[in-house]
């Protein structure tokens, strides 16, 4: 018992911290207050995550299972959450949203990723994706008199039900086909006796939870609707973070069965085609859009491309390789989104044109914004390039370099959409022109511009976590 809640310590120090800030909230309504007490839940829990890295193992009763990597990703969906409460404070002040309810919402979520991430049975899998959707839905509909903002919580919960269903039943399906729902005692089962019809069937379904939450083509379109009606800092976390634990649950429920799934022709066909689907419509569809909020909608499709790409690869290389990739585009999306958001907050549009002169109006934004847009491209020396190079040399390396090249010829597209932005701040010249003044948030996305940096020409060690990570975890 004592081994238990020693492994289990992150998510039971983040549960009860949600705890503590429902109530100070309900009896101060102070929401500065809320917001350091999230920002100090969000490092303790991450204090917390650091301590039990060394330990790995399953707890209360095989329902949860703790190893480097879901410590990784638990880092990840942290990152993404202190990111995000540091620069969303202007623009909640503008849009008259600034609730201490927002910070708390965003905490239950990011346990709810935290669940997916360190789930061993497909029950708690479930539950931390509810956990993790229900909190994303209100943060998409926070602005209640804003139309736009209501369609987006009405469509993404609409659509995240039926998407909820889909991995219900997958559940159910597997559980009629093994009589297990630990994901280990399910790949034992398999070991004995071959998979049935019944359970690719319900596996498959699985799957089209995981893809919904991921964004990947067809089940992407809720995303540019909900990204440009929902609050920008909240679009930044939910392309991030959310996006971050479904991976980490793909990599979960496929490392799981491996066995089956490595060298299977059709599973690996299938997210071939997915991949190129997401790629190829993401980028096009991206090409076409005037709204800086939908291009990274479209862009966050083509992301999740190239991370089922490694998926697709497999094995320990492929998996760490979209570990990696997680990492770096939860700070490449989230500064970007964050650079929309302090726009917004000085009164700008999201549109390409309210980038126009922004050099001459604020050098140190749209140096940041430069920095995301190039590492979005996958240009080097950012942190992108090495996210896309590892991946497509997993793809290579399992014999699917077609889908490498693929990946290669839709990056070159983006290339469009994202220099586009980069010429219209540094080329282009606005009238009249006034400064736009430099604010904490603004350090903040410089500090994420400069690890971006560093990431792209320092990979090693990270990329090292990540594969001794995955080794540890999952591989036998």
Known sequence: ????????????????????????????????????????????????????FPHQGFAFNE??????????????????????????DRYLEQENIWFGEYYIVMFVSILGMMLMASAAHLSVLFIGLETMSIALYVLAGLMRRNLRSNEAAMKYFLLGSFASGFFLYGISL???????????????????????????????????????KISAV?????????????????????????????FAALISVASSFSGQLQGNLNWSSAVSVIAVASMVVG????????????????????????MLVGIAAGGSEGYSAVMYYTLVYTL??????????????????????????????????????????????????????????????????????????VGVLASAISAYYYLRVVVSMFMQESEPISDISSTAPAFTLALVALAILLLGIFPTEVLKLTSKAIELSFLP
């Not at 549960?15 to 809320?34: D, G, K, N």
């Not at 329902?63 to 969303?88: C, D, K, Y």
């Not at 090409?287 to 939908?294: F, I, M, T, V």
């Not at 549109?351 to 491209?377: E, I, N, Q, W």
């Open 63 to 88: 329902m949860i299972r703790f190893g480097a990597i879901q410590h990784f990703v638990n880092l990840v969906f942290l990152l993404a959450g202190i990111l995000v409460t540091l620069i969303s």
């Open 332 to 405: 490449m999306n989230l500064g970007a989104f964050g650079v929309i958001a302090l726009l917004e907050a000085e009164g700008f549009g999201n549109a390409y044109r309210d980038c126009v002169g922004l050099f001459k109006k604020s050098p140190l934004l749209a140096g940041t914004m430069a920095v995301f847009m190039l590492s979005l491209t996958g240009l080097p020396p950012f942190a992108g390039f090495v996210g896309k190079y590892k991946v497509f040399v997993a793809a290579v390396s399992s014999g699917i370099a077609w889908l490498a090249m």
């Open 218 to 246: 067809p089940f992407h379109q809720w995303t540019p609707d909900v990204y440009e009606g929902a609050p920008t800092p909240a679009s930044a976390f939910m392309s991030t973070g959310a996006k971050a634990a479904a």
């Open 174 to 212: 597997i559980y009629g086909a093994t009589g297990e729902m630990a994901l280990h005692r399910i790949a034992d089962m398999l070991q004995v006796r071959p998979p049935s019809v019944l359970f690719w069937i319900g596996l498959s379904l699985l799957m089209i939870g995981l893809f919904f």
């Open 283 to 306: 980028n096009v569809a991206a090409l076409a859009q005037d709204n800086l909020k939908r291009m990274l909608a479209y862009s966050s499709i083509a992301h999740a491309g190239y």
């Open 1 to 52: 018992m004592a081994q238990d809640f020693l492994l289990s310590l992150p998510l039971l120090l983040a549960t009860l911290w949600i705890v503590l800030l429902i109530v100070v909230e309900a009896y101060i309504q102070r929401h500065l207050v809320t917001k350091w007490l999230t920002l100090l839940g969000f490092f303790a829990v991450g204090a917390a995550t650091l301590y039990c």
